[in-house]
């Protein structure tokens, strides 16, 4: 027994000797490079209402400053005037950057692959589609809103990726047949007076 | 569709009533019996007895008993050998059924140098485990392990889309149950629902399926049960061998193949090689209406070893590569609650596009590289010790559907890293009792290769471990052996990981867990044996229970971690009785098993978050007490000459104690009724094989309350059928093999499937595969 204590203690050595031989990596592992900034993300959604007629420009405002996750979101609403015309653009941000990526721009080049649709509810206000993607299909990007009576609800804003724009109303902005995955879905407050 | 598919079906009809027709003589008689060691007259377990005229075959048990059946009467030579034995040739004139015992010259050590060396089954004294064979692998050759596996009463599996299989044992899966790869603890990033296991199943010749808590001889993990692949000995004498095999599945219109050659080195006697490579290329699978686009499977392997072996030392070195490129069902990406609304109440995915090879994103590249060397010396005539090294690399990218012309960037790209080291010591203790003692260290790095643009899910960690355990075996009596062990392991875990706010942090974890084994087999008469188990086990929470925090995509929800948590610890019972009744007529073999685990970590819904995609539903790693009990059944019954029907059950349930519940994604009730035809001879096709199948599986009924976003799926029951024979030609034999699944093209959906909320499973499917084998093996 004894010889086979003497072996047992050669084995465990020479595992102890394997497990110890570590690679030049360590100090990578504990201490890695800091994330590189969410190019993807989405952290800031502004519907930027340009009034016109003598309408004033007015500004709905969403952030989430550390994107999905974390901290939950604020928003900033001015109210629209009522019975009024808009041009209206949505911007989106990426504010993790810096300076911040305007990923409005990415849905622009891709235009073809996207489209934004809106839906309010209790509050009246129509859009119309001003842009269009190299297809002469609708973004959304760009649009005209006229505000009718005034009236307190909510206007959800939807961007669908990979959208079947030829869908029956679909260019026409009803989302019912759009089919696509969900990009961006905000439901601002609003207010009309 | 229907119309060529049973066009494509016909011949697998004719072939086996052709058979049955030609079948004159009356082939009914059995041959049985026990090998023995001739000096001491020890049963030699797992001999092989094989008949090499017919092609024909029998494993014996761990008793050394063997059961040859449906042999005709006349001279028969029997081939008969074990590992460490020569090769015996016996003559034997049947007449009758005969009972016989063959003995054969033996050296113990080299027995146990190999029992070591391949985990063989007989380790499992009391634990219920159940083999397929390359036989079954075979008729499954096409497919995933995971789905192999599925075969095996108790077992099934998570699915995500038909690409992507997890195997389940007793209900449990990923970290709850550890995979061992030639020997080596497998690390491929299981820990994720949607991470299939990157091995090459064709790399070996027979995988086990232990189904009780096994820590004490493999350490953390193994709650539910050890999946072991278990490479074939290596030749040892002079003259080449080997095999290739080719497949074609109608449904993913996909390819495959693998090859093998071995041999011995002439002139160093001892000294063997083996060389394997193979790989499947598959286009998109089919639904009964639809195509399941992106569902392409691209994987390749490729392993090379070299053994040698003597009565003193052994030492062997293996190498085996594999690659995996797959395609995520498209209409699985979904971006948010309100899409997967969508998709739940539309009932087609919202994606279909024309067939195609090609893959897109999301899609997942892995590669596994795994190198093992080890080496055994005999100290003594009986005791051996034996040191065994791994080292694994697994490269893992996941590519999701981004914006920017990035769905190139991997999202995921982790790079992971795993050195495994055991010493044991085979020892005897008297005359009976012999058993094993030793050490074994774990030292793993995940690192996250920069340059994806997306902050990690997993953070970069480093973990260590190291444990000791004894497990001895001692015989009662010749028909009651017992076992008993105990582990004792300690963790270590360092992890890195930025904040939101991008601050550093450097968190430690220990963990100490041990575990103990006890369990028996009695072997009641010839025809009955029982084991019994009872067996702990244990598993350190992985890093991603600990520290996730983020949107899950797949899973449209956002999952955070808890660094609070402890290791899971697991108790579990299980009885196994194998018995042949009625002359062999019926043979049933049962399994009852309880498990009860403590601190079982999962996710729990806790809220809703708003982000800029909507509102999220938010999940919690959590620790509850479990429960898990059930039933795993096969029953065959010889109805007549070649005819046999065979059953076979399983069923599970999960309590969760704490909330009084059952738990989510448990497997449902399922039900395999066969109708077996079998026949030795015709002509010159030997070991003529159909089979017709109905495939049922229960809806679940047992779910938790509001976990869920829909309810699941119904019952469905799917018909197979298949057939295979072997022609010798000359020294050489070639195999051939028809395969048809889900035969009716049924429209289901699967409650283990995780995306059952997106499209319908498979539909009808046909593998055509042929083997041609040369050499002598």
Redesign the interface.
Known sequence: MN??LK??SL??F???A??G???D??E?????????????V??T?ILSFNGLTGAGDKELR?T?A????????IFDLDTLQATANYNVSIILLNETASPADT?SN??L??GVDHQFFFQPTGTNITFTYADADGNGRPIGLQTTAVTGAASVGTLKV?L???PDKSGTGVSGGDITNA?????????FPMVIE | MPVRFLRLLFPILCCCAAAWAHAQPVCDLVLSGRVIDNHDRQPLSYAEVYVPALGKGAVADQEGRFVLAELCPGPLIVRVSHLGCAPVMRTIQLLDDVVMEIKLEHHAEELKEFEVLQQRPDEHVGQANKELDKASMEKDAGRSMGEMLARIPGVSSLQSGPTISKTVIHGLSGNRILTLNQGIRQEDQQWGTEHAPNLDPLSSDRITVVKGAASVQYGSDALGGVIITEPVELPRERGVSGEVRGMGMLNSRGVGGNALLQGGVGGIPGLGWRVQGSGRYLGDSEAPGYVLSNTGVREGGASASVGYRDHRWNASAYYSYFTRDLGILRAS????L??LNNAIESGTP??VGDFTYAIASPRQQVQHHLIKADGG?A??ER?R?V?T?GYQADDRQEYD????G?SDIPALDLFL?T?T?????N?WAGKHIHGK?G?????Q????V???????LLP???K?S?GVFLLEHLPLSPNVELEAGARIEATQL?V?K?T?D?V?I?PQHRFTNSAFTIGANWSVKDSVRLRFNVGSAYRPPHVSELYS???HHGAAA?E?GDAALSSERSLKGTADLEALWFGGRLRTDLTLYADRIDHYIYLRPDGV??????A?PVFQYVATDVFLYGVDATVQLKLAQHFSLRNRTSLVRGRDLAQDEWLFQMPSDRMENALLFELSQVGKWSAIECAATSQVVFAQSRIPVGLDFTLPPDSYNLIGLSASATRTLGKNEMRIGLQANNLFNTTYRDYMDRFRYYADARGTDLTLWIRYSFGKR
């Not at chain 2, 790095?445 to 996250?448: F, L, T």
């Not at chain 2, 978050?609 to 909507?614: A, F, I, K, N, S």
């Open positions: 010889t086979n072996y047992m084995a465990i020479i595992a102890a394997i497990v031989c570590k690679k990596k360590n990578d592992v504990l201490n890695p490079q800091p994330p590189s900034n969410e190019e993807e989405i952290t959604m969403f989430d550390d994107g999905d996750g974390g901290g939950a979101p990923i990415e849905v080049d891709e939807t669908r990726h990979q089919g696509g995955e969900t990009d961006i879905e905000v439901i | 990406h979904i971006g948010n309100t899409d919202w994606y010396y100290i003594s005791d010790i040191l090294y559907i981004r914006r920017g990035r890293t050195h080291a055991d010493a044991v010591l020892h003692v050490v074994s260290g774990v030292y790095e995940n690192v996250n920069p340059g994806t643009g997306v902050r990690p970069n960690y480093r260590q190291g360092d890195a930025y939101f991008n550093l450097t925090e983020g949107l956002i955070r978050e708003l982000t800029v995609r909507g999220f």
